[in-house]
């Protein structure tokens, strides 16, 4: 299994807007007391001191308590919202400067092209956040704005990996500072998905990258369109895994994963197809119990890794949002300690991708 970036998250029955900014804040206030150093990390400072995420987490439960009213839903939101535009920056920063201390020196590798793209979606970030909050039950899936991943075979361990990108829609900005990256690694996307200006028909949704794989350093590039506007080869191999994968249709809905060389070589490209529920696959063995959502995933390219399915990981409601215990006893102790250590900071387990308890990919965190 693959890239959780790719996931469309269909479940959008969540808190109300100052329950989530109270999570993030949270999980902030954990990091920093957990890993102090990330205050001022290693790519750059996070924008909130400790004092800071404390005073501010003392204000959105007085705003809590302010409105506990749904009457005044949209007077408390305002004023959640200004508090986003602090609190949502100061997270994201905060948790790259951890997983750069805990994990892998991402910002060691981090090119001066994709540090600017990294600025605009810090600017981005509570917009996109907001817009994707007021938009629940008016639209059929959101994408997965961030994610950092770990691939675990056995003892070997790649937390290397890391995307970053839209969970609405992307802005002129972003896919300037996105453009600017392929330019600086020679990238050149196919003829069919080159335009992914506001027009195009295949709309640009993040870049990920992979520093844990021998040789060259792996860049991804994830647009996200409508079927009917595959081109004709990508439309059989969707109408033949329907055919052969599901009960009913796939969402018209679909997302394309590109993977290159940090020089620019095409490794792979990867088409994501959603059915609305995993009751819909065919064979029900390759779907654990616990298993919120599903995608099918078709890799064509020189990494040669076939067909697959992608995983939703199944929560309790919120505010509590906790996976099923099954994921974490599905784990190897190397997954397991990966597992815990997102756990102790306030961070749940989003996706995965599952072959055995040997052999596994994670993906964090969930959103609330």
Known sequence: MSDSE????????????????????????????????????????????????????????????????????????????????????AFHVGLLNWHCLEFYPLHE????????????????????YLETFLLQGEREYFLSAY??????????????????????QTTPALTEKALAVFKAHN?????????????GKFQFYGLGWDFGVSGDAHVKIYLHGE??????????????????????????????????????????????????????VKDPTAIPSGTLNV??????????RGEFWQLDVTHSPSPACEPIPEWRERLNAQGQAIYDKYHENGMRLDTLGYG????FTLYFPFEP
């Open 6 to 89: 790719g996931s469309f998250d269909n479940d959008t029955t969540v808190g109300s807007f100052l329950e989530d900014m109270i999570h993030f804040c949270g999980v902030l206030q954990k990091v920093l007391a957990g890993c102090p150093a990330a205050v001022e990390g290693p790519w750059g400072p996070c924008g909130m001191s400790i004092a800071e995420a404390n005073e501010a987490m003392e204000k959105l439960k007085e705003l809590e308590e302010k409105y506990g009213d749904e009457e005044k839903e949209m007077e408390r939101d305002g004023e959640v919202a200004g508090w986003a535009e602090k609190v949502l920056p």
């Open 109 to 128: 590798k981090f090119t001066p092209e994709y540090n600017e793209y990294l600025k605009e979606f810090l600017k981005n970030i509570p917009k996109d």
């Open 147 to 168: 994610s950092f991943s770990h691939r675990v075979k056995g003892v070997d361990q790649n937390s290397a990996r890391v995307s970053y990108g839209v969970a609405y």
């Open 187 to 199: 990238i050149t996307l196919p003829d069919a998905f080159s335009d992914i200006s506001p027009t």
């Open 227 to 280: 079927a009917a506007d595959l081109p004709v080869d990508y439309q059989k191999k969707r109408a033949e895994a329907q055919e052969t994968a599901i009960t009913g249709e796939f969402s018209p809905h679909v997302l394309i994963a590109f993977t290159y060389t940090d020089k620019g070589a095409y490794l792979e490209d990867k088409l994501y197809l959603y059915p609305d529920s995993p009751s819909q």
């Open 295 to 304: 995608a099918y995933v078709i890799t064509s390219g020189e990494l040669n």
């Open 356 to 359: 055995s308890n040997d052999n």
